[in-house]
């Protein structure tokens, strides 16, 4: 708490800070806690300028598990008030056919579902991580977000994603090294269908990279890739640079290949570009034939 009065008083984030506290000042929030670091950060906030505030963890077929675990241990560590609620998104058809408005509806039915949880328990805000920076962005998801009553804190005071790393180093929070792991079909190109079992595969595979990696919020991505015109996947892995050292042992190679393989990838690859952050929209890109 000391370092939070201290930024608030002396520091480049006063007046942002200020802001976010005029906006939960008074109020009955639900904090929707993704497990990453810019609604851990939010949580944290809210747990200190609001008058009462829940953390709200939605658990779907789509969720990476690291996250339900990071945002447990988060909330314990602060004694923010929290709570996992389960959620199907693969009953929405426009989700399990992964059309290129998949986020939207998925957005669209995560916001609904936190504003009824917050109407029948006696809240009477939402609010979500989203950040100036990601006003940036083109992401179906924001659409959904400005047609309902959640409020983006961050996005209102101008806070963006560096300012959000920089005030949680500065606060001391365990999430501050948390990195953004996205929902996991963003595992999957758009247009091939999303099943459980192939979540599953993609979340295992991740689960398991993590364990040979010292530092578990190193990014990896596991995207798959439908073989044609069989039903098979191949599986590319993205990473950071200490993954790729730790290729040069040939027993974590084989260890690695015959995971992936167990789990029903027909082929393991290495992305040698790394892990770069939404690469499968690169799949939307058309080109000209001249």
């Excluded at 944290?44 to 609001?50: E, P």
């Excluded at 996250?67 to 929405?92: D, G, H, K, V, W």
């Excluded at 993205?238 to 029903?264: C, N, T, W, Y």
């Amino acid at each position: 708490m000391d370092n939070l009065v201290e930024l608030e008083r002396n520091s480049s984030f006063a007046e942002k800070l200020d802001m976010v506290k005029s906006l939960l000042k008074g109020k009955k929030v639900i904090v929707a806690l993704s497990g990453g670091r810019d609604s851990a950060l939010l949580s944290y906030l809210s747990l200190h300028y609001a008058e009462k505030t829940k953390a709200v963890f939605i658990q779907s077929e789509l969720s990476p598990s690291i996250e339900a675990t990071q945002a447990e241990i988060f909330c314990a560590e602060y004694s923010i008030p929290f709570e996992i609620i389960s959620l199907s998104t693969l009953n929405i058809q426009m989700i399990k056919q992964n059309t290129e408005l998949r986020c939207y509806y998925c957005k669209q039915l995560i916001l609904q579902n936190l504003e009824e949880i917050a109407e029948d328990a006696g809240f009477n805000l939402v609010v979500d991580g989203t950040n100036y920076s990601d006003l940036k962005l083109i992401r179906a998801g924001l659409q959904a977000l400005r047609e309902s009553r959640v409020a983006s804190p961050f996005a209102l005071a101008k806070i963006a994603k560096k300012d959000i790393i920089e005030i949680s180093r500065r606060l001391g929070l365990i999430s501050q090294n948390y990195t953004s792991q996205a929902c996991l079909a963003s595992r999957i190109p758009f247009g091939i269908p999303i099943s459980e079992e192939i979540l599953e595969s993609i979340d295992q595979s991740e689960n398991f990279l993590r364990s040979f990696l010292p530092e578990i919020h190193t990014p990896i991505r596991v995207r798959v890739q439908q073989i044609l015109p069989t039903k098979q996947y191949l599986a590319r892995i993205e990473a950071g640079p200490e993954f790729f050292v730790l290729l040069g042992q040939s027993e974590i190679r084989v260890k690695i290949s015959h995971f992936l393989k167990d789990l029903g990838f027909i082929y393991v690859t290495i992305d040698l570009e790394g892990f770069q952050s939404g690469s499968m929209h690169r799949m939307l890109l058309t080109y000209d034939d001249d």
